[in-house]
C-alpha cells in the first residue's frame, strides 16, 4: 500500500513539473505575441496605416502651400525696397547701367549753364505764382478759412522745402552710371511728400517736377561737356607742344647749318694755303664737313618744312601686348620731326609696358588721314563712348591692307617684340599669351 502511494506521489509531481513548464512556455509566447503584434499591428492594418499616413501628407502640404505663398508675397515686398534703396544706394553694379542717351544738343558748356540759369528762374517764377505745390481745395479749421489757409501756406512751404532739398541732393551728387536712379530719386520724393500732404490735398505741380527733371538732366549733361572740353583742351595743348617742338628743332637744325658752314668756310681757308700732309688732312676734313653740312641742310629743311606746314605730319601704328592684350593697335598722329619721341612718351610711367611699332606713314594731311583710319576701322574701337581714344581691336592683317591701299611703300611690321613684356614673364615664371598669328604674317612679307 504504502509503495502504490509513493508511485503516485512522484507521477503527480511529474505531472505537474511538465505542467507548470508547459503554462510557463505558453505565456512567454503569449507575451512575445503580443508584443510582436503591438511592434506590427500598424504594418497589420494597412488601410488603417495608409489613412492616418495620406492625412499626415496632406497637412505637411498645406503647410509647405502656406510656406510658399508666404514666401512669394514676401520676396515681393523684399523686390521693391530693394529697389527702393537702389534709388539711394551709389554703389550700382555694372549690369544694372544702361546707356545715357543726350537729351540736349548744345555747342558748349557755357551754353548748358545758360539753360540750366533759364530753368531755375523758371522755377522761381512757379514758386512766386504759388504753382509750384498747389493746394487743390481750401480747408477751415477751428471753424476758420484764414487759419485753413495758413496751415496750408505752411505746410506747402515744408513741402517745397523738403522736395529742393531732395533734389539738389540728387543733382549734386549725379554721375555717369546713376543718372537714371537719380531721375528715379527724384520722382518717388515726389510720390512720397504727395503721400504725405494726401489728407490736405497738396500736390507738387507736374510743371514744376519736370523742370526739376530738366535740371538734373542738364546738369549731367554740363558736366560731361565739361569734361569733353577739359580733354579736348589737353589735346590742344599737346599739340600746341609739339608746334613748340618743331619751332624749336627748325631753329636748332638752321644753328647746326650755320655751324658746319662756318667750320666749312674756315677748313676751306686753311686749306688754300696749306700744302703737302697738312692739305690732305684739310681734305679728309673738308669732305667730312661737307657730308655734316649736308645733312644739317636737309634737317633744317625738313624741320622749316615741318614747322611751316599745319597739318604735316607722321601717323603711327603701335601695339602694346603687355598692357592692353593681342590684337589691340593704337592709331595715332603725330607732328614731331623725330615721331619716335611720341611714341616713347606713351609708353611711360602710365602703361607697364613701352609700346611696338608696326608702322609709320608720313603725310601732307596727317589730321586728314588719322580720320580716314579712325573712320574705316570704327567698328573695332576698344571705347566705343570717348572717340578721343584711339585704341582698336584689329587684327595686324586687316591694317596692313588698309595701309597698303594708302601707300604701298609702307613698312609694315608685323611681329611685336614685346621685349620687356617677354622679359618680365620670364623672370616671373608666368605663362606669355600666345601671339596669334605672328608666324602667319611675318611669313608673308
Known amino acids: 500500500m504504502n509503495t502504490d502511494i509513493t508511485t503516485w506521489s512522484i507521477e503527480a509531481y511529474l505531472f505537474l513539473s511538465i505542467t507548470l513548464v508547459l503554462l510557463i512556455f505558453l505565456f512567454t509566447r503569449m507575451k512575445k505575441l503580443f508584443e510582436y503584434k503591438k511592434k506590427y499591428s500598424p504594418l497589420i492594418n494597412k488601410d488603417d496605416e495608409l489613412r492616418k499616413l495620406t492625412k499626415a501628407s496632406a497637412k505637411e502640404q498645406t503647410k509647405i502651400n502656406k510656406l510658399k505663398a508666404s514666401y ?35 555747342d558748349s558748356s557755357e551754353d548748358f549753364k545758360q539753360k540750366i540759369k533759364e530753368v531755375r528762374d523758371h522755377q522761381k517764377i512757379l514758386i512766386a505764382n504759388n504753382k509750384a505745390i498747389k493746394a487743390l481745395s481750401a480747408i477751415e479749421l477751428g471753424n476758420s478759412k484764414a487759419k485753413g489757409r495758413q496751415l496750408l501756406n505752411k505746410q506747402i512751404k ?23 536712379q537719380m531721375q528715379k530719386r527724384i520722382e518717388k520724393s515726389r510720390e512720397a511728400i504727395d ?105 633744317s629743311e625738313r624741320a622749316l618744312s615741318m614747322a611751316q606746314k599745319t597739318k604735316a605730319g607722321h601717323i603711327y601704328i603701335i601695339s602694346n601686348r603687355g598692357s592692353f592684350g593681342e590684337d589691340v593697335i593704337k592709331i595715332g598722329m603725330t607732328r614731331r620731326l623725330d615721331p619716335n619721341d611720341r611714341i616713347k612718351e606713351l609708353g611711360d610711367a602710365s602703361v607697364p609696358f613701352t609700346f611696338d611699332l608696326h608702322a609709320l606713314i608720313y603725310t601732307e ?18 571705347n566705343l563712348v570717348n572717340s578721343r581714344k584711339e585704341f582698336f581691336r584689329v587684327p595686324l592683317r586687316e591694317v596692313h591692307t588698309e595701309i597698303k591701299k594708302i601707300n604701298e611703300e609702307v613698312d609694315f611690321i608685323f611681329k611685336a617684340e614685346a621685349r620687356e613684356y617677354v622679359e618680365s614673364a620670364a623672370k616671373g615664371n608666368l605663362k606669355i599669351n600666345s601671339y596669334s598669328g605672328v608666324n602667319r604674317f611675318s611669313s608673308d612679307i
Do not use: M
Open 195 to 299: 503721400k504725405l500732404n494726401e489728407s490736405l490735398k497738396i500736390v507738387i505741380s507736374d510743371a514744376y517736377y519736370e523742370l526739376k527733371i530738366k535740371e538734373l538732366l542738364l546738369s549731367h549733361e554740363y558736366r560731361e561737356s565739361k569734361q569733353a572740353e577739359k580733354e579736348k583742351t589737353l589735346e590742344l595743348k599737346r599739340l600746341q607742344r609739339e608746334e613748340k617742338k618743331l619751332l624749336k628743332d627748325a631753329e636748332n637744325a638752321d644753328k647746326e647749318e650755320s655751324k658746319y658752314q662756318k667750320l666749312l668756310h674756315h677748313a676751306q681757308g686753311q686749306a688754300e694755303k696749306a700744302a703737302g700732309e697738312k692739305l690732305e688732312s684739310l681734305k679728309t676734313e673738308i669732305d667730312q664737313l661737307s657730308l655734316s653740312l649736308a645733312k644739317a641742310k636737309d634737317n
Open 72 to 106: 512669394s508675397e514676401k520676396f515681393k515686398v523684399y523686390e521693391l525696397l530693394k529697389k527702393e534703396i537702389e534709388i539711394f544706394n551709389d554703389q550700382i553694379e555694372l549690369a544694372d547701367v544702361s546707356f545715357y542717351e543726350p537729351h540736349f544738343d548744345f
Open 365 to 382: 594731311d596727317a589730321p586728314a588721314l588719322e580720320s580716314q583710319l579712325h573712320d574705316t576701322f570704327d567698328n573695332h574701337r576698344v
Open 158 to 180: 515744408l513741402s517745397l522745402r523738403a522736395f529742393n532739398n531732395e533734389c539738389d541732393a540728387a543733382i549734386a551728387n549725379i554721375r555717369w552710371n546713376n543718372v537714371v
